[in-house]
């Protein structure tokens, strides 16, 4: 088993919905959980960045952890053109432990 | 977070040659790091750059084939040595700013085509 599974998709919406996206992980030490985003030509850029259980809201973004489920989230409402990327997740235990990517969704937003 | 510029951002070189790639944060920071990012595939940690000695490389990562330099806090260096089309493939350098657990965060990367 994988440490984190992501579904690579990729995955077209149309412009204004929301977009649903999740990782499932094995390591029960995790306890930082992040979501990148990554334009064409362009490294990971932060996007979400949350500990421990619960949910965290930035704007149109909603970040999701469920550890007993051992489930991440990442909701976009209103989705935008602009908002066409690759979302990885990554999570850590924290300390100097190495992050645990995701491979990526790819996400289409349809004008 | 840091402005982190990577150099250069692209290239494509002849199979048996070496690239260095440097990496450039704008404040000093404490760790450093390289990766390799191949389509389809998850990022792949190579080597955590350590500011004064050698770095950590991960499993399947040798020194000899990824040389990484580190001389201060805020520059690296990842060499990638006789090179081979398999090589190819996107280098990023990322950065933690803080103690554990804090996020990192990425350069543009360097997509590199080995012919």
């Known amino acids: 088993q994988k440490e984190v599974e992501q579904d690579p998709g990729p995955l077209s919406v149309p412009e204004g919905a929301i977009v649903s996206l999740n990782c499932t992980y094995s390591n029960s030490a995790f306890q930082y959980f992040m979501w990148y985003r990554q334009y064409s030509r362009k490294g990971p850029e932060l996007l979400m960045y949350?500990?421990?259980?619960g949910n965290k809201e930035d704007g149109r973004f909603t970040a999701q952890v469920d550890k007993s489920s051992k489930y991440i989230s990442l909701f976009i409402r209103d989705s935008q053109p602009s908002d066409s990327a690759t979302y990885l997740c990554?999570?850590?235990?924290?300390?100097?432990?190495?992050?645990?990517f995701g491979k990526g969704n790819q996400v289409v937003v349809i004008p | 977070s840091a402005v982190i510029s990577q150099k250069p951002s692209r290239d494509i070189c002849q199979r048996g040659t070496s690239l260095t790639i440097q990496c450039q944060v704008d404040s000093q920071v404490t760790m450093m790091f390289w990766y390799r990012q191949q389509p389809g595939q998850s990022l792949t940690l190579i080597a955590t750059?350590?500011?004064?000695?050698?770095?950590?490389?991960e499993s399947g990562f040798v020194i000899d084939k990824f040389p990484i330099s580190r001389p201060n806090l805020t520059f690296s260096t990842l060499t990638v040595s006789n090179m081979s089309p398999e090589d190819s493939s996107i280098y990023l350098c990322?950065?933690?700013?803080?103690?554990?657990?804090?996020?990192?965060?990425f350069g543009d990367g360097t997509r590199l085509s080995i012919l």
């Open positions: 990322s950065v933690r700013l803080q103690g554990g657990g804090q996020p990192q965060h």
């Open positions: 750059a350590n500011q004064g000695s050698e770095a950590t490389y």
């Open positions: 990554a999570m850590s235990a924290g300390g100097n432990n190495r992050l645990a």
């Open positions: 949350t500990y421990s259980s």
